[in-house]
Nanobody, 127 residues
Framework: QVQLVESGGGLVQAGASLRLSCAAS????????LGWFRQAPGKERDFVAA????????HYADSVKGRFTISRETSKNTVYLRMNSQKPADTTVYYC????????????????????WGQGAQVTVSA
């Protein structure tokens, strides 16, 4: 089993930056993909970004491309989501997810492809 713990959420003003962290522990694997999703109350969980652990290949949702950056730090078993130029529309809960059965990175946009999830981190962007 893999445990994922997010941190770094909070309240920021529009235009500011914030970085989320997701620390993984347990039965992790070098052959895995990690992703970030976000979910507003009453809505579906939307894909934000994904990264392959072994070689750092990334993929982004169009809505965040150019503003958000996903990265990983292998020595700390941690994946990050750097969010720049934040908008009030970015306000929601962000979830980290991982899978040991990755498919091509551009297809890793569906939440049901991931087996493990973190508890979520609230991000609030004020106007």
């Amino acid at each position: 089993q893999v445990q994922l713990v997010e941190s770094g959420g909070g309240l920021v003003q529009a235009g500011a930056s914030l970085r989320l962290s997701c620390a993984a522990s347990g039965r992790t694997s070098s052959r895995r993909t990690l992703g970030w999703f976000r979910q507003a109350p009453g809505k579906e969980r939307d894909f934000v970004a994904a990264i392959t652990w072994s070689d750092g290949i990334t993929h982004y949702a169009d809505s965040v491309k150019g503003r958000f950056t996903i990265s990983r730090e292998t020595s700390k078993n941690t994946v990050y989501l750097r969010m720049n130029s934040q908008k009030p529309a970015d306000t929601t809960v962000y979830y980290c997810a991982s899978t040991r059965k990755p498919k091509p990175i551009t297809t890793m946009t569906r939440s049901n492809l991931y087996e493990n999830w973190g508890q979520g981190a609230q991000v609030t962007v004020s106007a």
